[in-house]
């Protein structure tokens, strides 16, 4: 059978560890093991949305509503922006970002990305022929490097993407840069704010002034629903509407559909979520500079990049000593813009927090 010559380019993605795959190879318990390694919300699914779902399981025999009208007037409420204004990923954001190179890509396209950054970027974008240009992320200051940025912008520029906060890093960037970006180019700019709420802002105030800014949010983090899998997208009314025209019809299960639709009404869950978050942030933040051999970075959102060079061994030294004792953090050595001296850490809860710090005691 005769493939398409850019798939012997594709290497396979990896994500994080799953709390299955570590059990095994481990020989640990499931119920043993601490996760902080995919920036999850540690407090477990709304309640409301876990009975919302028992009770919607009855109808998983009929293909879901293709018409999800009710979930986008609740998500432009939670936005504040209109209906026409929203695209609904069932893949999560992860199929907003595939559908942002069906819709926009031809191949040769260039799209830059301040690295180190997300990494499915890449991934989702290298299938339609489009070609990564690196910009940076000055990581002393934890901020963006916006010159880099506007440097690299050519007619070839179809994509550009802004991750704020900035995963792996936690970084923000400031609306003043994303604006000057904006205004350099007719390139479609990807705000990602997938952990905009543990920041506490939002660049949605930009879609009234600039046609070419999309941003890009997600249910799996504060919300909960990383397993349900969904996303969304904000845009003019025309990109919307384009970008509608390449998505597959049922990716929205009728559970993800439900679970999405009763989590925001669920004000507290979320709020409570939020507050607690935060707080055991800057208790994992302090405990973790306490250590001779870490510099954590300053983060808004819900995990810390930290350095590990000084401890003398690699991230992947370490990661494999957390996850013989059963506690999963993210090696970032393979991430582009890092070394081998970089772990990231999810926020727990606060016990999940404090074995972490005295694990590292254990083992430094
Ligand atoms: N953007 C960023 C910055 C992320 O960290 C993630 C999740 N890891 C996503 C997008 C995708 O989220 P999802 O596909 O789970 O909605």
């Known amino acids: 059978v005769k493939k398409r010559k850019i798939i012997e380019k594709i290497n396979p993605y990896v994500p994080g560890k799953s709390i299955e795959e570590i ?41 879901p509503e293709s018409n999800i009208n009710d979930l986008k007037k609740a998500i432009a409420s939670y936005s504040g922006v209109s209906e026409n204004e929203i695209i609904v990923g069932g893949d999560g954001a992860d199929e907003i970002i595939d559908l942002l190179g069906k819709t926009f890509i031809e191949p040769g396209d260039e799209f830059i990305v301040p690295l180190p950054s997300y990494t499915y970027y890449e991934y989702a974008l290298k299938p339609y022929g489009a070609k990564l240009v690196p910009a940076s992320w000055d990581i002393k200051k934890n901020k963006l490097n916006v010159d880099s940025v506007l440097e690299k912008i050519t007619n070839k520029t179809k994509l550009i993407f802004l991750c704020s906060p900035n995963n792996p890093t936690g970084g923000l960037i400031d609306k003043k840069e994303i604006k000057k970006i904006l205004e350099s180019t007719s390139a479609l700019v990807i705000v990602d704010e997938a952990y905009f709420e543990f920041a506490g802002i939002s660049n949605v105030d930009l879609l009234e002034k600039y046609p070419n800014i999309l941003i890009l949010r997600t249910f799996s983090k504060v919300l909960g629903l990383a397993g349900m899998r969904v996303g969304y997208g904000i ?45 055991s942030r800057e208790y994992l933040y302090k405990e973790l500079s306490k250590f001779k051999e870490f510099k954590p970075l300053k983060s808004h959102a819900n995990f810390i990049l930290v350095d590990i060079r000084d401890s003398g061994m690699t991230s992947t030294e370490i990661c494999e000593k957390l996850l013989k004792r059963g506690i999963i953090v993210r090696d970032c050595s393979s991430f582009r813009g890092l070394d081998e001296y970089w772990i990231r850490i999810t926020v727990g809860k606060i016990e999940e927090n404090k074995k972490l710090i005295d694990t590292l005691k254990e083992i430094l």
């Not at 902080?36 to 309640?47: A, F, I, R, V």
């Open 23 to 63: 059990a095994k190879k481990y020989g640990l318990k499931k119920n043993d093991i601490i996760k902080l390694g995919s920036n999850e919300n540690p407090l477990g699914p709304s309640p409301k949305v876990i009975d919302a779902i028992k009770q919607n399981l009855h109808e998983i025999h009929r293909y």
């Open 235 to 279: 845009s003019n009314p025309e990109i919307i509407s384009d970008m509608h025209k390449v998505k597959p019809i049922f990716s929205l299960t009728r559970l993800s559909y439900i679970a999405a639709l009763t989590v925001l009404k669920d004000k507290k869950y979320i709020r409570n979520s939020i507050n607690y978050i935060i707080k």
